[in-house]
């Protein structure tokens, strides 16, 4: 079975994802801050992680770009969802090695949709 890590520090968001994840037949593992989601992106190595930018410790930005610049993680593809839909932010994104970059509020099936595109079971 396929590992989803999410890490974000909006506990409500978490639960939607993972719900709907779960159901769609992935096993998810949760984090709520950047530090915890750094050290369990490692301990795991998921196939994928669903990354929310602002959070305490860490924010999402220094995890992709530290991710994505680990051989050893560089493959694993990131989904960044955030509350800020800037250009400037996107870019930001973009630019830390993001695979995608989905503004909140965001439609669940629109993530399902695009988790599944990325490593459909």
């Given at each position: 079975?396929?590992?989803?890590?999410?890490?974000?520090?909006?506990?409500?968001?978490?639960?939607?994802?993972?719900?709907?994840?779960?159901?769609?037949?992935?096993?998810?593992?949760?984090?709520?801050?950047?530090?915890?989601?750094?050290?369990?992106?490692?301990?795991?190595?998921?196939?994928?992680?669903?990354?929310?930018?602002?959070?305490?410790?860490?924010?999402?930005?220094k995890?992709?770009?530290?991710l994505?610049?680990?051989?050893?993680?560089?493959?694993?593809?990131?989904?960044?969802?955030?509350?800020?839909?800037?250009?400037?932010?996107?870019?930001?994104?973009?630019?830390?090695?993001?695979d995608?970059?989905?503004?909140?509020?965001?439609?669940?099936?629109?993530?399902?949709?695009?988790?599944?595109?990325?490593?459909?079971?």
């Amino acid at each position: 079975m396929k590992k989803i890590l999410i890490v974000d520090d909006e506990q409500d968001i978490v639960e939607s994802l993972k719900f709907v994840l779960e159901v769609g037949g992935y096993t998810c593992y949760c984090a709520y801050n950047g530090e915890d989601g750094l050290r369990m992106a490692k301990e795991l190595t998921p196939d994928l992680i669903i990354l929310d930018v602002m959070m305490p410790k860490i924010n999402g930005y220094k995890i992709s770009r530290l991710l994505k610049y680990d051989k050893k993680y560089k493959d694993i593809p990131i989904i960044m969802v955030t509350a800020r839909s800037q250009d400037e932010d996107k870019l930001i994104g973009e630019e830390t090695g993001a695979d995608e970059y989905i503004t909140k509020p965001f439609d669940l099936d629109y993530v399902v949709q695009r988790v599944n595109e990325y490593i459909g079971k």
